[in-house]
């Protein structure tokens, strides 16, 4: 068993480290301000393969493993949770289901220009009337000719209106059991930007990770081309659900990188501030809690390298990644709601990071699957 | 063509330089990168390939075998191939050893032009590129802030205090290079894994070309260094008041004193 990194991971590392210092934490409160999608810094991903490291070079990606991916996320995160997640869901949500169920003539017209970085990618299920429960779902497409008519809407899609290539789960068809109860059979589509019918509703505001793109996305008689059906018809709940698998170990990684960038700052604020004449280090309390914090951070990092070296190794990872992801997930609030009552006062004022990784880390608890959802699928695994 | 970059693995002096009991630097304590200014030098060689893809860029470096690094991250920037040049009789090499000792391993590649930093911030002697030219009787253009090549010649902007030159010079040519010359580029995730799987090349003595084992190592080095030390604050001074022909004198006696004039 081998906890360390080797030395080409060390070095993918010390990369990651040094792109997220240099592009990305200059533009973190700034981005959070504005809410303005960082458009720079993706560019600039693109151009270093950071939007394509788990994908083979035949489809244009880095060749590199999960781990590597993960740990590019993780960095980012630690200075900006924003481009974390821009990273994760274009790599695991649209890139890897292209990957995994697409035909050749998918991959190549899809996966090569996302895994450059000149196009951008999203992942479509969750509904107003549907989040953790997929049945309740609306949206459908219907076969007309050579084309898929879809119709519905899908809301809070990260990447939403920045995006340029989309992952969208529609019902299909209605078939009923023996028993005469009604079941939605969901498939998934490639749709581009540019389709007519597809259009953006309105722009969520939201408390933390206020730079990406969410969006509501629209379908009015949009038509798909039969070609962009990705994988077999009436299996789009079961790619849905193993995208999110993968997806689970990416914002694994962006709470992690949260929970160790506000521990970071913790360990640097308390050794400068002096209360009662001495640094709040030298407080017990401060202490103590720090040693908390590390431990849970060190947990939560080797649980999402598992899951990531699980994923590499494994065909099916749901329990590593739900794992994985609450505890990460749980981590990255219990963490930041510590540090900044650690910052005292100055921990509420948005000028310190913290407060902002404090409101960017309570979504980690929530999309993709919410911890309670990780809860029903680790148990679901114990009990069945 | 082939490019030839010399690099070299230092201590990060940007945390702050450490130093051993007995003076000496310790190597140990402290971050170890890419020189400043050979970073420069590549990325300048990665540049001319950018734009000739037929370029091949080698790096070179002399050093302990955990220099390795400096050669995968040249290669995880783009790089094709990497030298460590390596042996424990190189060892406590001053400029002079040094140069015969790259020299010696230059002679056994194809060079078009060789690019080295201006100095590497842990000695800052600027003496080893402008001696590895002499060594190979080819010219050097230092202090390049900017590099162009245009057919079998390099025209280089070389950078003064207060002026710059343009030089152009048939190849093969040695330039050194600042790091001012450019904004080095990250490595790519896919070329780290890459430099992982290629070799780098290892020679040792037995492989330099044309040298005598009285000019390598710390045998073959001139330089005796008779003490380091970590730089002395400087005092608070002497402040006197006097008029101003006293105050001449006064300054006089000391500059005297002090063998100045």
């Known amino acids: ?384 | 063509m082939n490019i030839v970059v010399c690099i070299k693995q230092v201590p990060d002096t940007a945390g702050g330089v450490k130093f051993n009991p007995d003076g000496t630097l310790d190597r140990a304590s402290m971050l170890a990168i890419m020189n400043p200014d050979d970073k420069a030098g590549l990325e300048a060689a990665l540049r001319i390939k950018d734009a000739n893809p037929d370029t091949k860029v080698t790096v070179l470096t002399m050093g302990l075998p955990k220099a390795d690094a400096v050669l995968r991250e040249a290669m995880a920037m783009g790089a094709d191939d990497a030298v460590l040049v390596t042996d424990r009789v190189l060892g406590g090499a001053d400029t002079w050893a040094t140069s015969t000792t790259i020299a010696g391993a230059l002679r056994n590649l194809d060079y078009d032009m060789i690019i080295t930093g201006r100095q590497a911030i842990d000695g800052d002697t600027a003496q080893v590129g402008p001696q590895i030219a002499e060594h190979l009787g080819i010219p050097v253009i230092s202090y390049a802030e900017d590099i162009k090549v245009e057919g079998n010649t390099v025209i280089v902007k070389r950078q003064y205090e207060d002026r710059y030159h343009i030089l152009k010079a048939q190849m093969p040519v040695l330039v050194t290079a600042l790091s001012e010359l450019n904004e080095p580029r990250y490595m790519t995730p896919g070329g780290i894994f890459d430099a992982f799987d290629k070799e780098v090349t290892v020679w040792g003595r037995a492989d330099l070309k044309d040298v005598d084992d009285s000019d390598l190592g710390l045998k073959g080095s001139p330089t005796k260094i008779a003490k380091a030390s970590d730089k002395v604050p400087k005092g608070a001074g002497e402040k006197v008041h006097l008029d101003p022909t006293e105050s001449v004198a006064y300054i006089m006696d000391k500059f005297k004193e002090k063998h100045i004039i």
């Open chain 1, 1 to 384: 068993m081998e906890f360390g990194l080797d030395k080409k991971h060390e070095m993918a590392r010390d990369l990651f480290r040094e792109f997220a210092e240099n592009e990305a934490k200059p533009l973190a409160q700034e981005t959070d301000e504005t809410e303005v999608f960082p458009q720079v810094t993706v560019d600039k991903m693109g151009k270093y393969g950071f939007m394509g490291i788990p994908v083979p070079k035949e489809y244009g990606g880095q060749g590199c493993d999960p781990l590597t991916y993960v740990m590019c996320v993780e960095e980012l995160s630690k200075v900006c949770a924003t481009t974390g997640v821009i990273v994760s869901a274009h790599t695991s949500l649209c890139i890897d289901p292209i990957l995994t169920y697409g035909t050749e003539e998918q991959k190549q017209k899809y996966v090569k220009p996302l895994a450059t970085g000149e196009k951008l990618g999203a992942f479509a299920l969750t509904e107003p009337g549907a989040g953790t429960d997929a049945q309740g779902a609306q949206t459908k497409a219907v076969l007309d000719g050579d084309e898929w008519v879809l119709n519905g809407s899908k809301c809070f899609i990260t990447n939403g209106k920045v995006a340029d290539v989309y992952i969208v789960i529609a019902i299909t068809s209605i078939t009923e059991d023996k028993r005469g109860r009604k079941k939605k059979n969901f498939s998934a589509f490639i749709v581009d930007k540019d389709t007519p019918g597809f259009s953006f509703g309105t722009k969520e505001k939201k408390m933390g990770i206020r730079g990406s793109s969410t969006y509501e996305l629209i379908f009015e008689d949009a038509r798909i081309p039969k070609e962009n059906l990705l994988g077999p018809e009436g299996k789009g709940f079961p790619i849905a659900m193993h995208t999110l698998d993968g997806g689970r170990i990416g914002i694994a990684a962006q709470a992690l990188g949260i929970a160790e960038g506000a521990l970071d700052r913790a360990i640097e604020y308390t050794k400068e501030r002096k209360q009662f004449g001495r640094s709040i280090a030298a407080q017990q309390n401060t202490q103590f809690v720090l040693a908390d914090l590390a431990t849970k951070v060190e947990a939560a990092q080797l649980l999402v390298y598992k899951a990531a070296k699980a994923k590499e190794t494994q065909k099916v990872y749901s329990v590593e990644a739900a794992k994985a992801k609450l505890f990460a997930a749980e981590t990255a609030m219990e963490v930041t709601t510590k540090v900044v009552q650690l910052f005292g006062g100055y921990g509420y004022i948005r000028e310190y990071d913290v407060e902002r990784m404090m409101r960017d880390a309570k979504i980690t608890e929530i999309y993709e699957g919410t911890s309670e959802v990780q809860r029903m699928v680790i148990s679901g695994a114990l009990l069945k």
